[in-house]
């Protein structure tokens, strides 16, 4: 069964709604990626609650037209409209009052999910009898989607992504660099405001899938993971399309492989799932590789320092030091050095004293600043420097 | 509506709803002056998964393990956050809006999953809670609150609340000082020897047992606008802290009152007889409140 949703066997319908909820995962990873790398993930969330009350005024408008208020084109553009409105009063509170932006978020957040419940409980009271079913929208269901809901979303997505490409120069140079981009041209507000509205569009046409609540994991969860793997922006944009397009897929067609599974918390715990051995396993921000330069790092450290404990005939009694140090031939088990840890050992000694000779020498001082007791002199200053400082520390001495 | 009829069916969940308020809006000073308002939010998303799961544990709806359950929920999305946040190197908002959205699919799942349909826990109570159906069985009237045997079938949710809200108002006002000092000026508090990393952990426990708490008995979306809407208002209106968490508090109980008071009666003046939600109600209130407070709020620039 599950085999047969991954591959598209399960007929027209099902098939049309797993190519949607992979559109929509992929506008929403490639949106979501500027929305994380200006700092501003948090404020789909707001976005994301303010469509619910949206979604019941135009139920309620739809029914007193007589109307089918089940009708999806018409309650997504009444959440468009209130998504809007809600992203305003977000831009107002945090730029015209001294709120921080995160307070403006969680107030719009709560007020307008609120008033969103006040309207579905005098909806759910409304003498109509079409009973509506909009609570589908908190948690999302593909579950007797119609096949033109399904088109619309599918064709929304691809909007979506292609507007994104057309607007990723602009603002990906916002995103990294607000004040260069404001100086070189770019309106910093138009292009806040494209991105703002290109996340209300992945919002919005996300509802009917994923639903209100969690629309924002795939507006942030896929960048994320991306973002982990890479410090390059267009790699990063075209990750997190793949990751959440991935996510979408696998998410939709578990869901539609049993009953009682729903799709937008499926969809959500494959990505998380995703982020998860990304952060294990990421070449650079992941905990495993964290762990082995953390080691590395202590190892050094430990050598160093026994090293320079040997070349002064100090006794060594730190444990991990003499497993270090006689796990590379340079010292016996009672702690004596070997002949070529005598030799290492001098050798240290040398790099110390010239790093001291470097450090009060005033036109040294920039690379000076370098010192950190790992980094050799010779990785730092030329030859004819280095041999200055030894004219000035003077001939070499015998070690005993 | 006559005595009796208040007694029984508004007092307690008047009660239960204000103490709720309040026991949310105190800690949500602190958290907006810190820049840490969405830590409300997110706790209230995770304390789904915690309850779930203490469900799926035991098999009954029970105080100590949902609490319990709850609260390990709490202190794991927190050390997850601060994970991400650190070996990730991933900006705050981003790592938090990843542990909590995942974490609180996993508690949707868990539910739609694990067979409730015996007892009282399913999505959209946790959501919007059930304020309404706190009502007090065995009260006949005014003359009930000094009836023993009427007291005795007041909702637990009372009892629970209300130790909460004594709990966190004691809190802060014992560590009033160092609270208010390490909020302002981390730095300076360093330099006198407090404890700030410890006062800021201290402030997220608190904010989830204020949480938890009122999770069980009003329903997420109360405990997220009280964190954030009464705080940010009372900002608005005054520079001094001690004034703003007054305003709060008055501003959480006005939310309370008005908005179960309006869910009860308001559509009942608009000629229709059935109430709409509380929670929703309350929260709509407080976000009126905070939108008068940013357009006349003395101290609003």
Redo the contacts between chains.
Sequence with gaps: MLRDALTFQLGYNATLVTVAAVLLGIAAGVTGTFL?LR????VS?AIAHATLPGIGLAFVALTLSGLDGRHLPGLLAGSAITAMSGLFAVQ??SS?????E?????????????????L???IQ?MSTGQQAGL?SF??GSTAGMLLSDAILIALGGLLVVALVLLFRRPMSLVSFDPGFASTSGVRLDRIDLTMMGLVLGVTVVGLKVVGL??I??LL??P??TA??WTNRVELVVILAGAFGGIAAWLGAGLSASAP???T???I??V??CA?AVS?AL?PR???FS?FVRHRRFQAGVHMRQGLLALAQGQPIYEPLTIRLLKARGLARADGMPTREGTIRAARALRDEKRWEVARATPELELAAARYDGLTQIEDVLTSDQIAEIDRRIGPPEAVQ | MNGGDFVTFSLTPLLIGSLAALACALPGNFLVLRRQALLGDAISHVVLPGIVLAFLVTGTISTWPMLLGSATAAVVAVVLIEAIRRFGRIEPGAAMGVVFTAMFAAGILALEQSDTSGVHLDVEHALFGNLESLIWLDATGWASLVDPVALAGLPPELFRISLVTVVIALSLAVFWRPLAISTFDEGFARTLGLPVRAIGLGIVIVSALAAVAAFDAVGSIIVIAMFICPPAAARLMTNRLGAQVAWSAAFALIAATLGFTLAGSGPAWLGSENAVSAAGMVGTVAGVILACAALFGPARN
């Design positions: 994380f700092k501003r993930a948090l969330d107002w509170l015209r009052t001294r709120l921080s995160d307070a403006a978020i969680g107030a719009v957040l709560s007020a307008y999910f609120s008033l969103g419940i006040v579905l409980t005098v009271t609570e908190l948690l609540i969690l924002v994991a942030i969860i960048p994320v973002r982990l009682d599974l729903p937008g918390p499926l959500v715990l990505s998380f982020f952060m990421a921000r992941g905990l964290s």
